[in-house]
């Protein structure tokens, strides 16, 4: 006797084939971006292991000495640690940043699964080469900087193609909200990253890279297997991103009447359209603001990314393991502001204000958690996911829906083939900030933690005032609007 067919199979069956594809299209781009994530997190888990505080753990049980260094590891057992970890951090930051204005153009002239899977399994052996610098007993600083720009560079691949992906399945309705719900992997690769990389930092610190590397790389396999990139490559109709109004009806951008559009009759293929020059992206109205905006939201991101586990053992002085553990509450609070900043930009239509206002709130958010963050526990909990709402909610929404928009905008008359430029423009630009905002935290963290976070709010000041034409654009098509619907 047969068994009923399994409930998730019928679950599937159910559901229209678009969906089932473009639902694929979420899962696979959602794993890809949260291994990302996971493989860059183990370094600011590292770091307080690389040069803990050895005096706590007695003499050198080797020499009997009294040195307060002997169980750091060599490169970074010096006064000058904090530089080295900048560097370490800006050698990555760096690398991926140049390779980012780089990546979106071959991104839309190669096969984005080639491109993409090949990216992910060289994440992996870069990741897995600076941990196996531990059970190789390197304690050459190069190694460290050449193994951190290597995988800076190929980790590039990533964003332009997983954003591609996501905008040739979902059109702009309610894009915000799926987006903001999608971008959640960030956060939680950044968690999961915390958690594998805390299980060892403490024991066999190599394993907080080498382990995350398997991860990503297996993933990058799973996505050579199953992953689609074009609705048209499986017999489904692409998304209408914009609707333009004729006497004739609602044309979608090729010029196509919606009544044609679902036609039975034979399509002719259409001409292949050329993908966009760098130029041609920059002259999108929106690109170079919000490219300019997210150079100094994702400094503040990624300072906090890269920092805020060794923050917690100067400030609070819990040990690795709990700072590691503590720290993810920022990213939980990124996944609640990204939904969040989606939702109210699909209702007001105001991706500009919804950014602008959560970044001129961030800035007294940053300034209390640094005065009071540390008071308590609970105190502590709090803090982190508020300003970690605050923090990545903007951020979010411009790699995400914003970059989304902005590559299939009116202007472009249908051509799909800018989605990867405009990512890589806009998401490039914001990797300046990153890799200045880790840099700039290592030379100011010994003047002290208060200017690091007067550094932070500066940069929040700033994002938000480059965004201000784009919220008076904004704010006038409001005002307008309704005074249509008021007769005037």
Request: neutral net charge.
């Amino acid at each position: 006797m047969r068994a009923a067919l399994a409930p998730g199979v019928r679950l599937l069956r159910a559901l229209p084939r678009e969906s089932r594809y473009r639902g694929l299209t979420l899962v696979l781009t959602f794993l890809s971006y949260t291994s990302y994530h996971l493989s860059r997190k183990p370094i600011s888990i590292v770091k307080s292991q690389l040069h803990p505080n050895c005096s706590a753990l007695g003499p050198n049980p080797h020499n009997d000495s009294n040195s307060t260094t002997w169980c750091s590891w060599a490169p970074f057992d010096g006064d000058n640690y904090k530089e080295l970890f900048g560097a370490l951090d800006n050698a990555f930051l760096v690398a991926y940043a140049i390779g980012m204005f780089i990546s979106g153009i071959f991104g839309e002239r190669l096969p984005l699964r080639y491109y993409l899977s090949g990216g992910m399994v060289l994440s992996g052996l870069f990741t897995s080469l600076f941990g196996l610098g531990y059970f190789w007993d390197i304690h050459a600083l190069w190694y460290f900087i050449i193994v951190q720009v290597c995988n800076g560079l190929v980790q590039t691949t990533g964003w332009p193609a997983v954003v591609a992906c996501v905008g040739n399945w979902f059109g702009k309705g309610k894009r915000g909200l799926i987006m903001g719900i999608w971008n959640s992997h960030t956060s939680v690769g950044n968690i999961l990253g915390s958690l594998i990389a805390g299980a060892w930092v403490s024991s066999t610190w190599g394993l907080s890279f080498v382990v995350p590397g398997i991860i990503i790389a297996t993933v990058g396999i799973i996505c050579f297997f199953f992953l689609v990139e074009y609705p048209e490559d499986v017999d489904c109709s692409p998304p209408l991103h914009h609707v333009i109004t004729s006497n004739e009806g609602p044309l979608s951008l090729s010029g196509q009447s919606s009544v044609d559009h679902h036609s039975s009759s034979p399509k002719e293929p259409a001409e292949e359209p050329e993908a966009i020059s760098f130029l041609g992206a920059l002259r999108i109205p929106g690109v170079v603001e919000f490219s300019l905006c997210l150079l100094f939201a994702k400094l503040v991101s990624y300072t906090f990314l890269y920092w805020l586990p060794l923050y917690i053992v100067n400030v609070a002085h819990f040990s690795a393991k709990e700072a590691g553990d503590l720290s993810t509450l920022f990213d939980v609070g990124g996944i609640l502001g990204g939904i969040f900043a989606g939702l109210v930009s699909d209702y007001t239509g105001g991706r500009a204000t919804t950014c602008c206002v959560m970044l001129v709130v961030a800035a007294p958010m940053l300034f209390l958690y640094n005065h009071v963050g540390q008071n308590g526990i609970g105190t502590s909990i709090a803090m982190l996911i508020i300003c970690g709402a605050l923090v990545n909610g903007p951020y979010a929404l411009i790699t995400t829906a914003v970059s989304a928009d902005l590559g299939t905008h009116e202007s472009l008359k249908g051509n799909a083939k800018a989605l990867s430029t405009v990512t890589a423009i806009i998401d490039g630009t914001g990797s300046v900030g990153a890799a200045l905002g880790p840099l700039l935290a290592g030379l100011i963290s010994p003047t002290g933690w208060n200017n690091v976070f007067y550094m932070l709010i500066a940069a929040d000041v700033l994002a938000c005032l480059l965004l201000a034409r784009v919220v008076v654009k904004e704010a006038r098509g409001w005002c307008g609007h309704m005074a249509r619907q008021r007769g005037y």
